[in-house]
């Protein structure tokens, strides 16, 4: 029998602009305290005792002096299921015309769900998909 003694309850990611990215986080749908935008640390529930939180670049040098941002491209993915193909259509839209950039248009994927990707500020992939109905 094996014992469960770790548990990935916490999805991290180092921003450069907190105010930017909880626009971000928040246009897809998460709560984040009201005075979030200004700092230097937030979380939202992601529900099931999961959450997302979302550092600033001072306040992981704060304790970690040597850290850098990577370059590049993001390297954590995150997806978020849209309920339905047009939910995936018109969420995908909603963040386009607010100015994020499209990483993959809409399109019907072969592993029959309706799927796309935006990035955000910090040009983290995140996937909105849908089963195809």
């Not at 014992?3 to 986080?25: C, E, H, K, P, Q």
């Not at 529900?47 to 670049?57: A, R, S, V, Y």
Request: aromatic share 10%.
């Amino acid at each position: 029998m094996t014992i469960r003694t770790v548990r990935l309850n916490v999805v991290g990611i180092v921003v450069s602009d907190m105010a930017a990215a909880v626009a971000f986080y928040r246009l897809l749908g998460l709560e984040f305290a009201d005075d979030a935008d200004t700092a230097p640390h937030v979380d939202a529930d992601l529900g099931d005792g999961i959450k997302l939180m979302l550092d600033t670049e001072e306040t992981v040098r704060s304790f970690h002096p040597g850290w850098t941002a990577g370059s590049g491209a993001g390297r954590i993915g995150l997806a978020c299921e849209c309920g339905s193909p047009a939910g995936v259509d018109a969420k995908f839209q909603e963040l386009v015309a607010a100015g994020y950039k499209a990483e993959l248009e809409p399109f019907d994927a072969f592993w029959g769900q309706r799927y796309a990707t935006v990035l955000d500020p910090d040009g983290n992939g995140v996937d909105l998909y849908a089963a195809s109905v």
